[in-house]
């Protein structure tokens, strides 16, 4: 099984290495690396180029984008595996055995997709663990409830964004949200929890920079919400929102 495996970059320099290393470091061996950035001009392609040379399974371009997920669009396109994911440029896999794990997951049952659990880290000190999103296993009713699983840890099968497409580029900073909706929605899939942490994400990503992000993203997910006909968008969206405040009491 090919596990296809994405990261968007724009100016990375500071965060790229870990992120890269962490995937290349990975146990499992049949990886297809795919970078997509968007005309850095700091030393990211320096990086990127320099990675490259000794690990042939990294495919990498460079141009304008119109965000991350025009970028993480792209590359789900270039991408040939069995199974696609996101490792973004702030963000590391939690340990070398994750991708091993999960392809284990899609191997042992016909399952459409795979998420666990994620932790945040201070962006300076990617030791220190500042926020833990403990997931659950999947039911229909959590939609309802706001729930989703995190995107960063979320790997789906390609034959569902051959299906469902791709991120709508109408979202901005909510597009994973209604990603999600759409294919957590539809009963024919099937989506297997890891109670193990796939990722690590450091704080202080697009969603969460400012306040003014935040009550941008929650009118997103409000239009998510809606668009994907999902009863009592208000109320579902407040308790998406709600339901963060555990996450940063359990340390």
């Given at each position: 099984m090919k596990i296809s495996i994405i990261t968007a970059t724009y100016n990375s320099a500071k965060t790229l290495e870990l992120c890269m290393d962490s995937v290349l470091q990975q146990t499992y061996s049949n990886?297809?690396?795919i970078i997509v950035d968007g005309g850095s001009t700091d030393e990211t392609l320096n990086l990127i180029k320099l990675k490259s040379d000794n690990h042939?399974?990294?495919?990498?371009?460079?141009?304008?984008?119109?965000?991350?997920y025009d970028a993480?669009?792209?590359g789900i396109s270039k991408a040939t595996g069995d199974v696609i994911g996101f490792v973004h440029s702030d963000d590391f896999l939690a340990d070398p055995a994750v991708i091993a794990t999960i392809a284990t997951a899609f191997n042992e049952a016909a399952i459409d997709g795979v998420y666990g659990n994620l932790h945040y880290v201070q962006f300076d000190d990617p030791e220190k663990i500042v926020r833990n999103w403990t997931s659950q296993p999947f039911a229909p009713k959590l939609l309802k409830r706001g729930w989703m699983p995190a995107h960063p840890t979320l790997f789906l099968t390609k034959k569902v964004y051959d299906t469902h497409g791709q991120f709508n580029l109408n979202y901005t900073i909510a597009a994973d949200y209604d990603f999600i909706l759409r294919i957590f929605k539809h009963d024919q899939y099937s989506f297997k929890y890891l109670p193990h942490t796939i990722m690590k994400m450091r704080v202080g990503g697009a969603s969460n920079r400012s306040l003014t992000n935040l009550v941008?993203?929650?009118k997103e997910d409000y239009k998510a919400a809606k668009t994907n006909k999902i009863?009592?968008?208000v109320l579902v969206i407040l308790q998406k929102n709600l339901s963060k405040i555990?996450?940063?009491l359990v340390k």
């Open positions: 990886i297809e690396y042939p399974n990294i495919i990498y371009s460079s141009e304008p984008d119109k965000g991350i993480l669009n792209k941008h993203k929650t009863n009592f968008p555990p996450q940063w």
